[in-house]
């Protein structure tokens, strides 16, 4: 800018606007924000979605910079691009027939970690073959007023600072999930109206969707009422401004779940430790999911309460990927070395599902006594947490025919062949080592490294099922609690009963939830058994009485997914 320029703008973060309309090789046309970086330097970061040609447009209102146009020629891509979601519950790159299996770890002051730290976790992380870092974009609470210490300012020199940790990180192969802040009370406080948050969000999407990032919201959002209007206030913004489509969700204390009918959200974050939990909302909703818990303390608790060990870390990852979710850890919730084991664990996990068509892999419902997943006729993932027994004896069918088949070591990363296996039900017997969990591999190998030479990503889209509600269809009711009237924050019984037992709902998964409607806040998590107790937690409603409802969910041994509902009135 110019002196006068200068004059007319002092606080250019706030009046001025700039835009750029770049159009491409073949004629498509993108719009993109500008943003002030300090003193009198404006920028606009645009990533070429193809090589070629380039034409690009200034508006603005400073009059000097309107009607600009200039050019520029893009060469060959050497990475693979951004993520997107794909094939319903998957990732994959913009590079063509280019897989991501998501695997992320947690540091949520990465933005003011000290240079060399960062640095290392980093270095460290890339080396294991992590592709994610979740972090908090404005560090703690102290450093978020120094980055936004007004609702109408923002420090240049803080982000010039991140965009050089993020730039570091995507050149290392790491993506950067942003974390907006730790809840919404955080984000009002520094950005108290609409206008200044929108305000923010175009220059965040500005600043950074030139990037290889995902965007997640706020760490948790259940705690606070104004949560899920911020976050779709958010997000609609995002799925207007941001060109690239970076994948959008938010983090939570149990899981994002609740508002994947929101329209913004495009992939659900769970922290949840519950395998129920994910098994149930994975034929809930046709999105991807990442699981945030392997290193929390378990079932929706924040990580920093309590501190878990490797093996229970490892069972959770093994856990959540034989479920269908990608993974991102929180080594921060772990003790000294066990942090760096859980993350060699992880790789090990990650370099065992980089050998599968893990873009095409489903949960498999053709088991009894375990879990798996398949893609059906080529190969088989078998998670056993502890070992087959008379009283737990484990058997998969397949269609008959002959396969390869090997254990896999989830401490060790080895393997251990096993004898070849022909016909149709295959009886699951020890592993080499009982001590510990371990992982069955069944394949056609030859079938599938022929797949692996396709031209073609995937190879079959999943089919989302339909939900069973019909009451003559539903195999079960909710008998228990059974007053009109409940009370939050106190244990209640509860209790699903079996209508039409039968082999299908022998093994049922079951999941409930608790959702105050007229609130707007989306469901929350009560209970993944039959029966028990539960509590309805007191800041699932703005306002008491309200009407509640209560669903559960159950996931017969076929696959199959149905819920029986039940209206009470919530009474404090």
């Known amino acids: 800018m110019t002196e006068q320029e200068a004059s007319q703008h002092p606080n250019p973060y706030a009046t001025v606007e700039l835009r750029a309309e770049f159009r491409g090789p073949k004629g498509d046309t993108y719009r993109l924000p500008g943003f002030w970086d300090g003193g009198r330097k404006f920028k606009i970061r645009f990533a070429p979605l193809a090589e070629g040609r380039w034409d690009f447009r200034v508006t603005s209102n400073i009059e000097r910079f309107t009607g600009k146009i200039e050019s520029f020629t893009a060469t060959p891509a050497v990475t693979p691009g951004f993520v997107y979601t794909f094939n319903v519950h998957h990732f994959r790159y913009s590079q063509p027939n280019t897989g991501h299996y998501w695997l992320g770890d947690t540091c949520y002051p990465l933005a003011i970690l000290p240079p060399d730290e960062f640095q290392r976790l ?102 606070d009422p104004e949560s899920p209007a911020l976050l779709k206030e958010f997000g609609d913004l995002l799925k207007q401004l941001d060109i690239y489509h970076h994948p959008r969700s938010t983090g939570a204390a149990s899981t994002s779940g609740s508002l994947a009918s929101s329209g913004w959200m495009d992939y659900v974050t769970s922290q949840t430790s519950d395998p129920d939990v994910f098994a149930v909302e994975y034929q809930l909703y046709a999105a991807p999911f990442v699981n945030t818990g392997a290193g929390a303390a378990g079932r929706g608790a924040a990580p920093a309460q309590i501190k878990v060990d490797v093996d229970a870390v490892r ?18 919730a772990l003790n000294g070395g066990a942090a760096e084991a859980a993350a060699t664990q992880a790789q090990h ?23 798996a997943l398949a893609l059906e006729e080529v190969e088989y993932v078998v998670f056993l947490e502890r070992p087959p027994s008379s009283e737990n004896p484990v058997e998969l069918t397949v269609p008959k025919s002959g396969y390869d088949v090997s254990w896999f070591n989830p401490i060790t990363g080895e393997w251990v062949k096993e004898h070849e296996f022909k016909g149709d039900r295959f009886k699951v017997g020890g592993p080499p080592d009982p001590s510990h ?11 599938k490294q022929g797949m692996m030479r396709s031209y073609k990503l995937e190879s079959r889209t999943p089919v989302m099922q339909e939900l069973q509600v019909n009451r003559n269809e539903v195999p079960f009711t909710i008998q228990l609690p059974s007053d009109s009237a409940l009370p939050p924050g106190v244990p209640l019984e509860f209790n699903a009963t079996l209508t039409r037992p039968g082999p299908a709902t022998r ?28 509590i309805v937690p007191a800041n699932i409603a703005r306002e008491y009485p309200t009407a509640l409802l209560v669903r559960v969910f159950g996931l017969d041994g076929n696959g199959k997914l149905y819920a029986a509902d039940k209206v009470y009135t919530l009474k404090k």
């Open 122 to 223: 980093v270095d460290a992380r890339a080396g294991q073959k992590f592709n994610h870092l979740r972090g908090l974009l404005l560090g703690d609470e102290a450093n978020a007023k120094r980055a936004i210490p007004t609702p109408d300012q923002v420090s240049p020199e803080f982000f010039q600072g991140l965009d050089e940790r993020v730039r570091y990180m995507n050149q290392k192969g790491l993506t950067f999930d942003v974390t907006l802040a730790p809840n919404a009370a955080q984000l009002e406080k520094l950005l108290p109206n609409w206008r200044q948050r929108e305000r923010f969000f175009r220059y965040l999407v500005a600043r950074y969707s030139a990037m290889n990032i995902t965007w997640q919201g706020f760490q948790t959002f259940e705690d």
């Open 349 to 371: 996990l990650r370099d065992f599902f980089a050998q599968t068509r893990y873009f095409d892999l489903e949960p498999y419902f053709g088991i009894e006594g375990a879990r």
């Open 507 to 534: 093994n049922m998964i079951w999941m409930w939830t608790g959702e105050a409607s007229s609130s707007g806040f989306g469901y929350r998590v009560l209970g993944t058994k039959q029966f028990g107790e539960f």
């Open 437 to 447: 969990d371990w992982v069955l591999y069944v394949r056609k190998e030859g079938k």
């Open 315 to 332: 069972r959770r990852m093994w856990n959540a990927a034989i479920n269908g979710q990608h993974l991102t850890l929180d080594t921060s």
